[in-house]
């Protein structure tokens, strides 16, 4: 079969997960939920306060001066002039939420304003605006804040002002830089082509993306503006006697912290509280709202992948003393708010010197997080190896000091992904890039890895590769930056290329062209490829071997013309049959039906069985094993040996 006759496999949509709800995933976050009870508790107070019995907060009992908490009629003591502390503290946090809410809510309101017009609008509008902020900026914010105040005059809400006024550039800056990358998306111009006008683009767009943003920045400050009010009442330049808010109730208390500390203590303790509960229920609300954080937690992903200590002692296949690179039961799964994801499971190849393996399946199947845990390079968390052996030249990959593992990276076994304008630094010159992966592994200088860097570019069949290494990545086209990632690829002469489709991107042509390319390579270095592609073609015309993927595992492997010939699993058979072949329209199309399983959720049994044309009862009764047909060929089917 060429690669003009071979069908490429289908893409089916994941199924779609059944995530756990806001509330649920909330709930997990034990900080955010702490923070929202402190929060909640002190906001129920203080709006309940007119309804409370409480004395007036106001009202002076001379005898009671400075009494003690736990005096009878003053459960948290009283102040200077005998009124009532705990009547004070709940009317006055009431106000300081009041006015650092609004303040908040009004910075947050004109500073997106302004930043969604300058992102969106650009040139003169943007220069005028953000000169504008940056002027605001110029000075320190809370010296600005005094400075409003003191030409308003001091009182409440002139210090509302001053605070919603100093903090509009926060608001600005982070949404206009936002604006900026979401108006070069190609849905706005989608949109922009639909006959849509400035106001629907704005708000249908813009806006909704932007929201997460906003609300995290607004839930992350609130709590800042509440303290930078107290600050200007502790001051005297806010809340006026003989109204109270936290910050003019611990100024006053000031020269008292000697003889009576608990009129300073207990506003600083509510301030404290009430900030810890803000910023808690912010980092909360961050998480939830950021896909990428939905795990709990800042996601930093590590160097390398975790492996568990006991991974290795686990994998009971040996491997193949002769291979190049030898899986063996390799499992790694992703641990996402109490959910374990399989992504791949039980996997084992081998790879010989100078090989090409192709590995081929459906969308999430677990083809790139096989590639990737070769390397160490799937994050953690949430990603982690939990079993298995990855042997290259002998030495286990998943046992290496990281030192060790990062000088195989790029230099013996390097990476070639389906995106290179994503993985190319745009800041940098193609020439440099590639020069500096020779200078990291191989200790040239300059002028020699950019030569050689040069004459790689050149191998890859990119014209005026001199003139070209001056280039920066968005010069290039799609098809010249794939050559660029195969020239980094093979800077060091590495003995397996891993190329996570690295077609899938480009036009036909261009793609026989690396094909045809990488083919040479293989031919002249003797490099070893670990090609992951959805294409059957492309694995007919490059590939020695092929693994298919369903749901994390293998479920069937062998050399590719007899797997072609004769595929042993319905799910390889389906996913020959499902897609048209050039020169034979009579040819029935024949969809596999369904979607894969999810990987948190496995099916008993086999884990194509729901989709399966010649299932039976017993694929469902039992874990399915791998069936070695003959040497180097294997089908996770318990009918493979039918005829
Ligand atoms: N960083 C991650 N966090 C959580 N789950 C992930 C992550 N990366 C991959 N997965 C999950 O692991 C599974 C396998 O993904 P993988 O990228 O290996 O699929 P694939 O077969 O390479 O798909 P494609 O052909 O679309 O690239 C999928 O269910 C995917 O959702």
Same mark, same amino acid.
């Given at each position: 079969?060429?690669?003009?006759?071979?069908?490429?496999?289908?893409? *089916?949509?994941?199924?779609?997960?059944?995530?756990?709800?806001w509330?649920?995933?909330?709930r997990?976050?034990?900080?955010?939920?702490?923070?929202?009870?402190?929060?909640?508790?002190?906001?129920?107070?203080?709006?309940?306060?007119?309804? $409370?019995?409480?004395?007036?907060?106001?009202? *002076?009992?001379?005898?009671?001066?400075?009494?003690?908490p +736990?005096?009878?009629?003053?459960?948290?003591?009283?102040?200077?002039?005998?009124?009532?502390?705990?009547?004070?503290?709940?009317w006055?946090?009431?106000?300081?939420?009041?006015?650092?809410?609004?303040?908040?809510?009004?910075?947050?309101?004109?500073?997106?304003?302004?930043? &969604?017009?300058?992102?969106?609008?650009?040139?003169?509008?943007?220069?005028?605006?953000?000169?504008?902020?940056?002027?605001?900026?110029?000075?320190?914010y809370?010296?600005?804040?005094?400075?409003?105040?003191?030409?308003?005059?001091?009182?409440?809400?002139?210090?509302?002002f001053?605070?919603?006024?100093?903090?509009?550039?926060?608001?600005?800056?982070?949404?206009?830089?936002?604006t900026?990358?979401?108006?070069r998306?190609?849905?706005?111009?989608?949109?922009?082509? /639909?006959?849509?006008?400035? $106001?629907?683009?704005?708000? !249908?767009?813009?806006?909704?993306?932007?929201?997460?943003?906003?609300?995290?920045?607004?839930?992350?400050?609130?709590g800042w503006?509440?303290?930078?009010?107290?600050?200007?009442?502790?001051?005297?330049?806010?809340?006026?006697?003989?109204?109270?808010d936290?910050? #003019?109730?611990? !100024?006053?208390?000031?020269?008292?912290?000697?003889?009576?500390?608990?009129?300073?203590?207990?506003?600083?303790?509510?301030?404290?509280?009430?900030v810890?509960?803000?910023?808690?229920?912010?980092?909360g609300? =961050?998480?939830?709202?950021?896909?990428?954080?939905?795990? /709990?937690?800042?996601?930093?992903?590590?160097?390398?992948?975790e492996?568990?200590p006991?991974a290795?002692?686990?994998?009971?296949?040996?491997?193949?003393?002769?291979?190049?690179?030898?899986?063996?039961?390799?499992? *790694?799964?992703?641990?996402?708010?109490?959910?374990?994801?399989?992504?791949?499971?039980?996997?084992? +190849?081998?790879?010989?010197?100078g090989?090409?393996? !192709?590995? %081929?399946?459906? #969308?999430? #199947?677990?083809? #790139?997080v096989?590639?990737?845990?070769?390397l160490?390079?799937v994050p953690?968390?949430?990603?982690?190896?939990?079993?298995?052996?990855?042997?290259? =030249?002998?030495?286990?990959?998943?046992c290496?000091? $990281?030192?060790?593992?990062?000088?195989l990276?790029?230099?013996?076994?390097?990476?070639?992904?389906?995106?290179?304008?994503?993985?190319?630094?745009?800041?940098?010159? %193609?020439?440099e890039?590639?020069?500096?992966?020779?200078?990291?592994?191989q200790?040239?200088?300059?002028?020699?890895?950019?030569?050689?860097?040069?004459?790689?570019?050149?191998? %890859?069949?990119?014209?005026?590769?001199?003139?070209?290494?001056?280039s920066?990545?968005?010069?290039?086209?799609?098809?010249?930056?794939? =050559?660029?990632?195969?020239?980094?690829?093979?800077?060091?002469?590495?003995? &397996?290329?891993?190329?996570?489709?690295? *077609?899938?991107?480009?036009?036909?042509? &261009?793609?026989?062209?690396?094909l045809?390319?990488?083919?040479?390579?293989?031919?002249?270095?003797?490099?070893?490829?670990?090609?992951?592609?959805?294409? +059957? /073609?492309?694995?007919?015309?490059?590939?020695?071997?092929?693994?298919?993927?369903?749901a994390?595992?293998? %479920?069937?492997?062998?050399?590719?013309?007899?797997?072609?010939?004769?595929?042993?699993?319905?799910?390889?058979?389906?996913?020959?049959?499902?897609?048209?072949?050039?020169?034979?329209?009579?040819?029935?199309?024949?969809?596999?039906?369904?979607?894969?399983?999810?990987?948190?959720?496995l099916?008993?049994?086999?884990? +194509?069985?729901?989709?399966?044309?010649?299932?039976?009862?017993?694929? =469902?009764?039992?874990?399915?094993e791998?069936?070695?047909?003959?040497?180097g060929?294997?089908s996770r089917?318990?009918?493979?040996?039918?005829a």
């Amino acid at each position: 079969m060429t690669a003009a006759e071979a069908p490429a496999v289908a893409e *089916t949509a994941p199924r779609p997960s059944q995530r756990p709800g806001w509330w649920a995933r909330l709930r997990r976050n034990h900080l955010a939920v702490l923070g929202l009870a402190i929060l909640a508790a002190i906001v129920l107070t203080a709006v309940a306060a007119p309804i $409370l019995p409480l004395p007036d907060p106001n009202a *002076t009992d001379l005898p009671a001066r400075l009494a003690a908490p +736990f005096t009878p009629g003053h459960l948290l003591g009283a102040d200077q002039l005998g009124r009532d502390m705990l009547s004070r503290i709940v009317w006055g946090t009431r106000v300081s939420l009041a006015v650092g809410a609004a303040a908040a809510l009004a910075a947050a309101l004109v500073g997106s304003l302004i930043g &969604i017009v300058a992102g969106f609008y650009g040139r003169w509008v943007d220069t005028v605006l953000m000169r504008a902020i940056d002027m605001l900026m110029a000075f320190p914010y809370l010296l600005l804040a005094l400075a409003i105040v003191a030409a308003l005059g001091p009182g409440l809400l002139n210090a509302l002002f001053a605070i919603s006024i100093v903090n509009v550039p926060f608001f600005a800056r982070s949404v206009r830089g936002v604006t900026l990358g979401l108006v070069r998306r190609d849905y706005v111009d989608a949109a922009r082509l /639909g006959g849509q006008g400035d $106001l629907s683009i704005l708000t !249908g767009e813009i806006l909704p993306n932007l929201l997460p943003v906003i609300v995290i920045t607004l839930s992350t400050t609130l709590g800042w503006m509440i303290l930078e009010t107290a600050g200007l009442s502790f001051l005297g330049l806010g809340a006026q006697p003989p109204q109270a808010d936290l910050g #003019s109730m611990l !100024g006053e208390a000031r020269s008292l912290v000697l003889v009576a500390p608990h009129v300073a203590l207990i506003p600083g303790l509510v301030i404290l509280l009430l900030v810890i509960g803000i910023n808690l229920v912010g980092d909360g609300i =961050r998480d939830l709202l950021d896909p990428r954080l939905r795990s /709990g937690g800042l996601v930093r992903p590590g160097a390398a992948t975790e492996v568990a200590p006991d991974a290795g002692s686990l994998a009971g296949d040996p491997p193949d003393p002769a291979a190049l690179l030898s899986v063996r039961n390799l499992s *790694t799964h992703f641990l996402l708010g109490g959910e374990r994801y399989k992504a791949a499971d039980d996997v084992s +190849f081998d790879l010989a010197p100078g090989e090409c393996l !192709g590995i %081929v399946g459906e #969308s999430g #199947s677990g083809k #790139s997080v096989t590639a990737l845990s070769i390397l160490g390079l799937v994050p953690t968390p949430p990603g982690r190896i939990v079993k298995g052996h990855i042997r290259y =030249r002998g030495r286990d990959l998943l046992c290496l000091p $990281l030192s060790e593992l990062q000088e195989l990276r790029g230099n013996r076994i390097a990476c070639i992904f389906q995106d290179p304008l994503g993985t190319l630094n745009p800041l940098m010159t %193609v020439g440099e890039q590639i020069a500096e992966t020779i200078r990291r592994h191989q200790g040239k200088g300059r002028a020699d890895a950019m030569a050689r860097a040069i004459e790689l570019m050149d191998r %890859v069949r990119i014209p005026d590769a001199a003139g070209r290494a001056a280039s920066y990545p968005h010069e290039l086209s799609g098809g010249q930056r794939q =050559r660029i990632g195969i020239a980094m690829a093979l800077a060091n002469d590495p003995d &397996i290329i891993i190329a996570d489709e690295p *077609t899938t991107a480009l036009d036909v042509t &261009i793609q026989a062209e690396v094909l045809d390319l990488l083919r040479d390579l293989r031919r002249e270095r003797d490099t070893a490829l670990l090609f992951i592609t959805h294409d +059957f /073609g492309v694995v007919s015309d490059l590939c020695d071997r092929v693994m298919v993927m369903y749901a994390g595992r293998v %479920v069937e492997t062998g050399p590719v013309a007899e797997v072609l010939r004769d595929p042993r699993h319905p799910y390889t058979r389906r996913l020959l049959s499902c897609v048209p072949v050039l020169g034979r329209p009579e040819r029935a199309l024949d969809a596999i039906p369904g979607l894969p399983p999810a990987v948190n959720r496995l099916p008993r049994g086999c884990h +194509f069985a729901d989709r399966c044309d010649r299932v039976i009862d017993r694929c =469902r009764a039992a874990d399915v094993e791998l069936d070695p047909l003959a040497p180097g060929r294997a089908s996770r089917c318990i009918r493979a040996r039918e005829a």
